[in-house]
């Protein structure tokens, strides 16, 4: 391999590992800062026949940026902002951009970017196209895919293309998966291409929100209230949030602005879009105040954020959690520990009866600490069993395959937004029929002949140590 590969010891030790807890053995590293470098570094390891993986700053929970074999292909340092046109109403930017950093350049310009994964602060552009991530906002305004206008990819060949999204309202030019040529792309974790550049669709920027937490006494009432407000036109959250009681008790000493009730049993926390002025947010928060009464809520404990500040104190409260739980998880490792965290996703109008149903098997086949949080609104709360051994990590294990099974049968999904990654694959095998997966790896071939990009993500790697 030529001089661009950096095989410091030193250096490598820092890029060994994601945040899924994993631990890879990368033989080099590549910090190429433009696409003709990717195009350069993938030529010379499709000669070499020398794995690659792509990652941007391994926010992974999946371990999608761990490498157990082969060379790692950073885009750190690809990482600026190109354009923001606000007559397109379109950024264009490096993958390499931190995703936090990329919405506050647009949010400067007047604009709004919608996606927003808990891990915003800690992820690149390019790392949410390639897992397609979702995040709070994700009830109002969908997925990161619904706002990819045109990538550009080096593929596993070396080859750059383009491609562009297709706009139109109908369309039945080949196969479904391939009619909108980004999508293959995202998603993909790194396993078809390299993203080099990303262009986003961007809205005007919303005139206000306010945010809000409503408790409740029970689990039970907090996700009824949840397909209440679904079902309500007079309500129009941007996201439906669940805290179960667990996660509260995680919150409750780091709240600074806010005290939450010691007999509330969970919490929904929901954001609303309203125009200028305290009285916009004052009419629409009555609505909300109303029904939650008529809902067996806490309502007068409800906690009520119309200030930029209080706003985001709620924000990192539910930002903490996943934060905390990772802290946890590092701790448990040395006894043969970890998180086992869920990333599940079932429809709407099936989300009370499974989240008891997913209840049950944890305490029966766990029974060890867990947390409940997250999208609810979408049907995509998360579970974070606590595996302090080896031995609670197998029943942790057990009880998560065992419900991701029945999420399948609930024309579910097993993965909604984290991606498969590695830690995910057995997960996946339950929701693909053979010949699918094989279609799939069929894919995987035509763009990445050599099979050498991004090895074990997604499918199967001999060098896996999992």
Known sequence: MTGRWNKEPSILEGYREDESGLVGNPDALARPASEQDVVEIVKECRADRHALTPIGLQSSTTGSSVAFEGALLSTEKMDRLLDIDPFKMTATAQPGINLLAFKKEIAAAGLFYPPDPTSEPDCCLGGSVATNASGARTYLYGPTRNWIRRLKVVLGTGAPISVQAVRASKNTTGYFGFQN????????????????????????????????????????????????????????????????????????????????????????????????????????LEIWLEHLESSHALAPDTIIALTIEQQEELRRLRHCIPETLNEKSRACRSAGGRKVSSDWAVPLNNVYEFVMQASEIVERTFGGEYYRYGHIGNGHPHFNLIARDDEELRRAETATHDICRRVVERAGAVTAEHGVGKLKRPFAAYQFPPPIFEAMKAVKRTFDPDMILAPGNIFPSAAERI
């Open 181 to 284: 040529p980004v999508d293959p792309f995202i998603g993909s974790e790194g396993t078809l291409g390299i993203i080099t550049e990303i262009t986003v669709a961007l809205l005007a920027a919303p005139e206000a929100y306010y945010g809000a937490m409503a408790l409740f006494p029970t689990l039970e009432s907090a996700i009824r209230f949840v397909l209440h407000a679904d079902a309500e036109p007079a309500l129009t959250p941007r996201c439906l949030e669940l805290f179960d009681r667990a996660s509260l008790d995680l919150i409750k000493p780091l709240a600074e602005r806010f005290t939450i009730p010691p007999d509330a049993g969970a919490a929904i926390y929901f954001e609303v879009e309203v125009g200028k002025g305290e009285k916009a947010a004052l009419s629409s």
